[in-house]
C-alpha cells in the first residue's frame, strides 16, 4: 500500500504544484520551460508508475473491502460515467467542437467521470485511496483553473467534429472494456 501512496502523493502533487503559481513561475524560472516541462514529466511518469505498481502489489496482497457496492444497482450509471470519460476524453485532444466548448476543460472532465465511475463499484480501501485521490485532485484542479480566470476551450458550434469525438470515445470505450480483464486484470462487466 505505502508504493501506492507515494505514487499517488508524487503524480497529484506534480500536478498540485501546476495550481500554485508563484511557485511555478519561480522554477520555470530556475530552470527554463524546456526544464521545467521535462521535470514535470519525469516525476509524473514516475508517479504513474509507482501507482501502476502499487495498485498490483495492494490487488497480490489481497483487497480491504470497507464496503460492498450494490453493483446491479451502480453498474449502469458506472458504465454510462465510464462512456462519458471516454468521450470527454477524445474531446480533449480532438479539434474545436461544441462538446470540447460545453466541457470546457474535457480532461478534468473525464478524469472525474473516470474516477467516480469506478469508485461507485469498488468499495475496497486501494480502490478508494487511488479512485477517490484522483477525483478529489481533478475535482480541486477545476476549482483552481477556475479561480485562475481560464476560459477552457473557446465556445463554437455543433459540426462535424462532435460526431468524431462521440464515435472515437464510444470506440475506445467498446475497446476497454472489451479489454478490461486482460489489461488491467478485472472484468468490466
Avoid: C
Wanted: charged share 10%.
Amino acid at each position: 500500500m505505502s508504493t501506492l501512496l507515494l505514487g499517488l502523493a508524487l503524480f497529484i502533487g506534480v500536478h498540485f504544484f501546476t495550481t500554485l503559481r508563484e511557485p511555478r513561475a519561480a522554477v520555470i524560472g530556475r530552470l527554463g520551460e524546456g526544464g521545467y516541462k521535462g521535470l514535470y514529466s519525469l516525476l509524473a511518469l514516475a508517479g504513474l508508475v509507482l501507482i501502476v505498481i502499487g495498485f498490483g502489489q495492494y490487488r497480490s496482497a489481497g483487497y480491504i473491502q470497507v464496503w460492498n457496492p450494490p453493483f446491479r444497482a451502480f453498474h449502469p450509471i458506472a458504465a454510462t460515467l465510464l462512456w462519458f470519460a471516454f468521450v470527454a476524453l477524445v474531446a480533449t485532444y480532438a479539434p474545436p467542437s461544441r462538446i470540447k466548448s460545453l466541457l470546457r476543460h474535457p480532461m478534468l472532465v473525464a478524469v472525474k467521470a473516470w474516477a467516480l465511475s469506478h469508485l461507485l463499484v469498488n468499495g475496497d480501501l486501494g480502490s478508494m485511496l487511488l479512485f477517490g485521490g484522483l477525483l478529489a485532485w481533478a475535482v480541486y484542479d477545476r476549482i483552481a483553473v477556475k479561480r485562475r480566470g481560464d476560459a477552457g476551450a473557446p465556445r463554437v458550434g455543433w459540426s462535424k467534429n462532435d460526431v468524431l469525438v462521440v464515435v472515437i470515445g464510444t470506440a475506445a470505450y467498446a475497446a476497454m472494456i472489451w479489454l478490461h480483464d486482460s489489461l488491467i486484470g478485472v472484468t468490466a462487466a
